[in-house]
């Protein structure tokens, strides 16, 4: 096909994957694009008598295999932080440092505009990449306003963390009900696999999420 034989077609395929994966913001993304990208080339090496490519790029998969190993199985320290006022310096430079991303996803401008604030930051290995912030409008309803966590660290670890190890922060709260309004269809994605359901009674767009 256009003159490129099934071996060019080889390295080319490893070519389009390794420059994909440097333009993924998610590490978990890039490991895996990239191992898959050097895993041609090393194939493409081996066919062609490259022996220096084949081994380079085969140490790249073995890097790679050994960093997302590292991923998903190292022991992260998670923790919930909360912020009690919403003219904290920190939480409004973190949010003006993320305020495209944040507003990608929460286009809503007047988030901090809560009558019952309900704002937490979780943190892991003490580090804070999520950010939560609530408008508690019932004493056992949470409307969530953001729910944003930083480039490199949505491989849903922190998610878990927040609504399923640790649930009983919310219900020790008396919280028996999240819901929020997703604006698009990638996030609906996310709400979905943390076990939210679409609820019809409060519109499109809207899901929930009752705690057991």
């Known amino acids: 096909m256009f003159g490129i034989s099934w071996i060019e077609l080889i390295g080319?395929?490893?070519?389009?994957?390794?420059?994909?994966?440097?333009?993924?913001?998610s590490i978990i993304k890039l490991r895996w694009i990239n191992f898959a990208g050097a895993f041609f080339f090393s194939v493409y090496g081996f066919i062609?008598?490259?022996?220096?490519v084949l081994a380079l790029n085969a140490i790249i998969c073995i890097v790679d295999i050994y960093y997302i190993f590292q991923m998903y199985y190292e022991k992260d320290l998670f923790e919930i932080?909360?912020?009690?006022?919403?003219?904290n310096n920190f939480l409004k430079r973190f949010m003006?440092?993320?305020r495209e991303d944040i507003e990608h996803f929460f286009p809503d401008k007047n988030i901090l505009d809560n009558k019952k604030p309900?704002?937490?930051f979780?943190?892991?290995?003490?580090?804070?990449?999520?950010?939560?912030?609530?408008?508690?409008?019932?004493p056992k309803i949470l409307e969530?306003?953001?729910?944003?966590?930083?480039?490199?660290?949505?491989?849903?670890?922190?998610?878990r963390y927040v609504y399923h190890k640790r649930s009983n922060f919310f219900t020790k709260k008396g919280?028996?009900?999240?819901?929020?309004?997703?604006?698009?269809?990638?996030y609906d994605t996310f709400l979905k696999k943390m076990g939210f359901e679409k609820d019809e009674n409060l519109g499109e767009g809207w899901f929930y999420y009752n705690f057991k």
């Not at 080319?12 to 913001?25: A, E």
């Not at 919280?175 to 990638?186: G, M, P, W, Y």
């Open 175 to 186: 919280i028996e009900r999240l819901q929020i309004k997703s604006a698009i269809s990638k």
């Open 12 to 25: 080319y395929s490893g070519s389009v994957l390794v420059t994909i994966s440097l333009m993924m913001k």
């Open 81 to 87: 932080f909360e912020i009690n006022d919403p003219d």
């Open 144 to 159: 969530i306003k953001v729910d944003f966590v930083i480039p490199g660290y949505r491989d849903l670890k922190v998610a």
């Open 48 to 52: 062609i008598s490259a022996y220096p």
């Open 118 to 120: 309900f704002i937490f």
């Open 96 to 98: 003006e440092y993320y």
């Open 122 to 138: 979780a943190l892991r290995n003490l580090m804070p990449v999520g950010l939560f912030i609530g408008d508690l409008i019932d």
